[in-house]
């Protein structure tokens, strides 16, 4: 019984198959499942019949499309990104709950890479649930719109859940908010007041949900969380209204800063921030969650001040025109830099979605306040003489559609470059950009425009990162001295690098632990040890992908990649009901595997293949004698399996083959 049932599974229509049988291969590797099932082969080639002589490989192999199956042999050293998500699923066991006074923490996003970041920190009934991120789609997961912290541990345990607490508002900590929130029952979500904004702006864009219960807190504000004592300090960081988060418990205070940098020149830390971490020499600091992002980096994290200064002095130098580039997120330069050329007489443009919004946030939360008729609109630079005017663009990355590489590329259509404009990058470039980043500058170059990037030597300082370095890590691990560490936000390379950085400050192994998403780390009752437990919390990412969310769409991606890669291959065959036969030779259609029209031969040979396996599987169908019934899915599997195999051997190409039967 078990075997028929998993053979049906495996026929399931092609696209289908993958999420089944994954599910079907789980199953079998639970214990109790009958004798049968698990044991044999063997026994599965019997009880199936003569359908096809290789039972054993059609049923594995049948996971992915028959044209997998080379690949699929070579990604078993590696671990493929959909693999990954589904053997990061828990199998459907029960995580308990703590034990009594046990404190749980878990990084639900940001470990094992950069972004999405949210943790959950459990203590008796409460849940807080700290940031709750996105990341955009790469390469694993393309086509997706961006990819959002798996909520399954939060959702079935909603009625524990608090707060939200966000940090600050980057979108790896705020842009799965909207989301996020609907799924684990609205709880309240506490921030300061920019960070509440830009959570603001980002809901709008969801206006079916919900709408957010929003509180501000200030960076010196208490609040309670069922019976958890939470309060707050101020960091520095490249938006305002950055803060740190302090959970008191029993057993000392967990704390978390956020993304920070140290405000400081020459390693001389300010006074202000000196001000605000002295809430930690007398404090009993259990654990430290923090940073990992620099970690690589030596000495201190360049101060934004150095930049600012770096911008002014170019802003006040160069004669005609300049186009200033930056992330639309780092809103402090961005303010000072409006200030400071207004200070100077100068217009500001605004170019660009996320530069006009994140602006306009600022100004409401009041960070400045530009005087009427210091920002125009684009269309209007050209009335200003060109030294009179700065404009501020997104695309400092080479975006496709961002707006300076619109301007680099001669699409945009309110905008045009003129010789004697000077382009300033305020951006380092982001690891897999730097292609479309070169090929944006040759772009510009073309245009007799001059590029200041923030590479080139002789220069003042245009961009410094957000994060701190080594030097800015060891303060922090020295003012907030830790009983236990746990590194985050990073991948796990840098995770462990950071563990090496605090072991060398001389925390001991056992008080450290490196996390990976999902993992459950407790600190037990008499807060002296700290340990991971065996179980996992689900943490495939979740896809938003349009308008669905999901984390069981590995199948979609899987496709989306292999079409990239190799194309795909549709078959159309017609049969005739009553003799089991083709109708008229099948039809075939490929798009990005091969030129169709100078691979007749090859066309000529899938043909026949596609005849011969239609015709014996026809007759092969035992029912036909009785029923006179034609299995489809049958023949459609025979049919995947086989040409895509053919198709293999003759192109090493495996394009995703679409089979469609049709009857008459
Ligand atoms: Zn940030
Ligand atoms: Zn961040």
């Known amino acids: 019984m078990q075997n028929k049932k998993m ?47 290789n039972r054993k490989r059609l049923q594995k192999s049948s996971t992915y499309q028959y044209s997998k199956f080379g690949k699929r042999r070579g990604a078993q050293n590696s671990v493929g990104s959909s693999g990954k998500s589904m053997a990061n699923r828990n199998n459907g066991e029960k995580i308990p709950d703590p034990a009594p006074g046990n404190i749980r923490i878990i990084p639900l996003g940001g470990v094992e890479e950069i972004g999405k970041n949210m943790t959950a920190v459990e203590i008796g009934d409460d849940i807080i649930v700290i940031d709750a991120g996105m990341h955009f789609s790469t390469e694993e997961t393309p086509g997706v719109d961006y990819v959002i912290p798996n909520t399954t541990y939060l959702e079935e345990r909603k009625d524990k859940i608090r707060a939200l607490i966000v940090t600050h508002g980057h979108l790896d900590h705020i842009g799965g908010v909207p989301l996020v929130l609907s799924r684990i029952g609205n709880p309240t979500v506490y921030s300061r007041n920019l960070s509440v904004l830009m959570m603001r702006k980002r809901a709008t864009e969801f206006p079916q949900l919900p709408p957010m219960k929003e509180n501000i ?20 960081h490249t938006i305002p209204d950055s803060m740190g988060i302090i959970i008191e418990t029993d057993k000392g205070w967990i704390v978390t800063p956020g993304d920070y940098k140290l405000d400081q020149v020459d390693g001389i830390v300010s006074k202000e921030e000196e001000e605000e971490y002295s809430i930690f020499d007398k404090a009993k600091v259990l654990l ?59 217009k500001i443009a605004l170019d660009g979605r996320s530069m006009k919004t994140n602006i306009e946030v600022a100004i409401e939360a009041k960070l400045f306040e530009p005087k009427k008729g210091t920002v125009i609109p684009l269309e209007e630079i050209n009335n200003y003489p060109p030294n009179k005017v700065v404009i501020l663009m997104t695309g400092a990355q080479g975006e496709e559609f961002a707006s300076l590489n619109r301007a680099a590329n001669k699409t945009h259509t309110k905008f045009t470059l003129h010789k004697g404009d000077t382009i300033i990058l305020s951006a380092s470039v982001v690891p897999g950009n730097e292609l479309q980043v070169q090929k944006m500058k040759d772009g510009l170059t073309r245009q007799g425009v001059r590029i200041i990037s923030y590479r080139t ?18 303060w922090l691990h020295r003012k907030t001295h830790p009983q236990f560490f746990i590194p985050i936000h990073g991948w796990h390379s840098m995770l462990v690098r950071h563990k090496e950085l605090a072991m060398e ?135 995947g399996e086989t040409v895509s195999k053919f198709l293999y051997q003759q192109t090493a190409k495996r394009p995703l083959v679409i089979p469609v039967i049709l009857s008459v």
Do not use: W
């Open 7 to 53: 053979t049906k599974k495996t026929r399931l229509s092609f696209s289908a198959v993958s999420i089944e049988d994954k599910k079907q291969e789980n199953k079998i590797s639970v214990p109790n499942t009958t004798p049968g099932a698990t044991s044999g082969e063997n026994k599965t080639n019997r009880s199936i019949g003569p359908r096809t002589p």
């Open 288 to 346: 430290l969650l923090t940073d990992s992002t620099n970690i690589e980096n030596e000495g201190f994290s360049l101060p934004e001040v150095k930049v600012h200064q770096g911008l002014e002095n170019l802003i006040r130098k160069v004669s005609g025109r300049m186009i200033i580039a930056a992330f639309a997120s780092h809103i402090t330069r961005l303010a000072h830099i409006v200030k400071f050329a207004e200070s100077l007489g100068k």
């Open 505 to 639: 400050l001389g925390m001991s192994e056992e008080n450290i632990v490196v996390p990976d998403n999902g993992s459950i780390i407790e600190i037990s009752a008499d807060g002296k040890k700290i340990s991971m437990r065996k179980e996992r919390a689900p943490s495939g990412a979740m896809m938003v992908d349009g308008v669905s969310i999901s984390d069981t769409q590995d199948v979609v991606i899987r496709d989306r990649k292999m079409l990239a890669e190799d194309g795909m291959f549709v078959i159309i065959a017609l049969i005739d009901q009553k003799t089991g036969k083709l109708k008229k030779s099948p039809d075939l259609i490929s798009r990005g595997f091969v030129y169709l029209k100078e691979n007749q031969e090859l066309l000529r040979q899938v043909r026949m293949m596609i005849k011969k396996t239609v015709e014996d599987s026809t007759a092969r169908i035992p029912g036909r004698t009785d029923g006179n019934q034609i299995d489809f899915d049958h023949i459609k599997n025979g049919l």
């Open 217 to 236: 807190v200030e960076k010196d504000s208490t609040i309670t969380c069922g019976k958890i004592k939470v309060r707050f300090f101020g960091v520095t």
């Open 457 to 474: 030597s002789g220069e003042d300082f245009i961009h410094a990162t957000g994060h701190g370095n080594q030097e800015d890590i060891k």
